[in-house]
């Protein structure tokens, strides 16, 4: 909108500026009556003398006579607010839309070229490793083992990678936001989709709740960073289940 409106200005034409007229100033009474005077003097030689020329007679806009011309003249065809040709506005406001249209275009394919990006990325998750048939989980895990795997469909680099365990009374004793210490170089390490490394950690608890949380960090094929933080915590009948607060699980 904004821009038909600059169009549509810059199509007006300019207002022409008012030109001022020199004032020219009306004949001098006392010459005048001089003039009379000589004029009917039998001297005639004093008569060509004494000739003067006629004094301009200056008229108002109203057709009365005045003494002075008008110091300024306002031309009002000179104003904006002329009648157009239809074909010049019909050209402008086309040229507008046009443009409007370019604008338009170019969002959407920015949010194309967004969405498929965001489709084809890498997505690294972690998972717990299933127990294998026929054995059941014990009442006290020993240890913590994962997978990291990409879910995407284009590769990722690895570049650190962070598990930490914690035993706690209950979860509402775990901070706000996770605090990770000291994070493994992975340097780069290229994980294509569907593959998977292990992530493991052991595990004790003397009758306390067993949690277990981390981070990985890597660069999808685009070269942007993202992260993968993720929290599991045990349970004696389903094994390791994702639990925590928020932050603890949250993938950009």
């Known amino acids: ?86 074909l010049y506005f019909l050209y402008i406001v086309l040229t507008a839309v046009s443009a409007m249209a370019a604008i338009g275009a170019l ?42 795997r990409n879910l995407g469909k284009t590769p990722a680099r690895i570049r650190e990678t962070e598990i930490q365990y914690k035993t706690v009374s209950d979860l509402l004793e775990l901070s706000k936001a996770p605090q990770y210490k000291a994070r493994s170089q992975r340097n780069e390490m290229i994980i294509v989709p569907t593959d998977s490394f292990p992530l493991d950690v052991d595990t004790r608890s003397l009758g306390k709740i067993q949690y277990v949380y981390g981070i990985v960090v890597y660069r999808d094929v685009y070269g942007k960073r993202r992260e993968t933080q993720f929290g599991f915590v045990y349970n004696r009948k389903m094994g390791w289940e994702i639990g925590g607060p928020e932050k603890y699980n949250r993938a950009t």
Do not use: H
């Open 1 to 86: 909108m904004r821009l038909v409106m600059v169009i549509l200005v810059l199509a007006l034409p300019p207002i022409q500026s008012v030109k001022p007229i020199p004032q020219k100033s009306g004949p001098d009474t006392k010459q005048t009556k001089a003039a009379d005077e000589v004029r009917d003097s039998p001297d005639t030689g004093a008569i060509n003398s004494a000739k003067k020329k006629p004094a301009p007679d200056y008229k108002c806009q109203d057709g009365q006579n005045n003494a002075t011309e008008p110091a300024y003249k306002v031309d009002v065809t000179s104003f904006p607010i002329q009648p157009r040709d239809p």
């Open 107 to 148: 969002i959407a394919v920015e949010v194309q070229i967004r969405t498929l990006r965001s489709s084809e990325r890498a997505w690294i998750m972690i998972t717990p490793v299933k127990p294998q048939k026929g054995e059941v989980f014990p009442d006290i895990a020993v240890e913590f083992k994962g997978a990291v």
